[in-house]
């Protein structure tokens, strides 16, 4: 049994390096973002030799991250989200402080 769930898609991640990002794109079925505070991605899977064959893109299941203004009872409400990397952590990039 299969389950369709309307989540934002990360539009873009620059983080190559990840096993599921090709061409700038996630390919995770889903990633959660932050930690309580900052909108770092808990879902990187970084250095890997390999990388995934889903061509799907990846939507964010869950964002713990409940200072932005985006963030409604801990899922993000914005249509889409941008991943890079910023002051040397991998962070999304549509956070908006509320
Ligand atoms: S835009 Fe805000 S609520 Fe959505 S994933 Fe990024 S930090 Fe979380």
Known sequence: MKMTIDMPFVETCTISDCAYNKDDKCHARAITIGDGIHPGCDTS????????????????????????????DLEC????????????SIQCMTYQEA
């Open 45 to 72: 899977f970084l250095g890997s030799p390999s990388h995934t064959r889903a061509n799907s893109l990846a939507g964010v299941g869950a964002c713990k991250v409940s200072g932005c203004s985006y963030n409604n």
């Open 77 to 88: 409400s914005a249509d889409s989200i941008t991943v890079s990397m910023k002051n040397d």
